[in-house]
């Protein structure tokens, strides 16, 4: 009788689906159990299996636990440097109205006098009005009811459609129309219903610190030099120890063996007058470089018709078209002047007084939904 190899390899294929069987049977788990754990596999294999997968997500899975805690430890800072940004603040108005103004009220003339008062106040008028709206002044979200306004894409997180220019903010944990970025000193985001007024306390406050470092720069000069002549009669001795001889030729009185030293021609009053007039100094230059700094950046920005995310979008797209030869073009660019207008929603000649130079509270240029996308050649507005 001859044996035929597939009947072989059929008996064994039954005896192995036999014993498995034997062996599921056996280990089955609970119901519970078993639905958890094709959960589990499920969304193990979600991670791989999508046709959107890339280094970016795989990137945010992993570094999500980071992502969030950096958020919740900046939204927390976030009430302590608008603290810090107050008392900083007013520590400097302390020095100003109670040692500088006294100081120089009978040293300079009454005209200069006038101007310095008029100025100084001007200028802390602009920096409380603007960084108040700039921290109290909603940024601006998205609808999120239905509509009709076209988007570009939905957020992964809010699961919303997101006009041009919105970008989600992971700290205020919602998208932001135009937004620019998360500012901890104002606890707030930067975007389209409030970046007039950061740039404003921005440029206000780099003005005042700029002119408190440079008409205090004198005072400066004395008070540290009034320091250091202070340090050298603290380091003098109080006295010479008179003995022996001393003592029976008269040189001192009768039961002293010191010689005394006059009293320090400072009070301590003096020595904080001119702390505090060096710490005013040197607060309001390190601010003034700082700030300043920060201040040309977003000027720069502005006059290109950029945020800061869209500054590092668009340095993308421009490195990629040119790698196949084509030349990327901001399409929110209206030209240098015309940005300028639709930043602080400049309409005619007498709103660069009373809506730049003065304090004003009025509404940006449009809802921040829809944008013009095409450059326009002639000006947008006729100032």
Known sequence: ???????????????????????????????????????LKLVARSLYFNVLWNSDVAFDSIFE??????????????????????????????????????????????????????????????????????????????????????????????????????????????????????CPWLNNCVGHGNHRYFFSFCLFMTMGCLYCSISGRNLFIDAYHAIERFKHTDTEKPGVPVTGMGVLIGLLPPGQTEYQTSAPPYTFRDKMIHKSVIYMWVLTSTVAVALGSLTIWHAVLISRGETSIERHINSKETKRLAKRGKVYKNPFDYGRLNNWKVFFSVEKRSHWLTRVLLPSGHTPTGAGLTWDIHPIKKDMMPV
């Open 1 to 39: 009788m001859r044996w035929c190899p597939g009947t072989m390899i059929h008996f064994m294929r039954c005896m192995r689906l036999r014993v498995c069987s034997k062996t599921r049977s056996r280990s089955r788990l609970p119901l519970s159990m078993r639905e958890l754990w094709a959960y």
């Open 65 to 182: 636990p980071v992502f969030w805690t950096v958020d919740y430890v900046t939204r927390w800072f976030g009430v302590v440097f608008v603290c810090l940004v107050v008392v900083l603040t007013s520590s400097i108005l302390m020095v100003a109205y109670l040692i500088l103004i006294p100081m120089v009220w009978n040293t300079y003339s009454t005209a200069w006098l006038a101007w310095h008062l008029a100025y100084g106040h001007w200028n802390l008028v602009m920096i409380v009005f603007h960084y108040y709206k700039a921290t109290k002044t909603s940024p601006g979200y998205p609808l999120v009811v239905k509509n009709d306004v076209p988007f570009v894409s939905v957020c992964k997180k809010c699961i919303i459609p997101k006009p041009a220019r919105t970008h989600h903010c992971g700290i205020c944990n919602t998208c932001i129309l135009k937004m620019d970025h998360h």
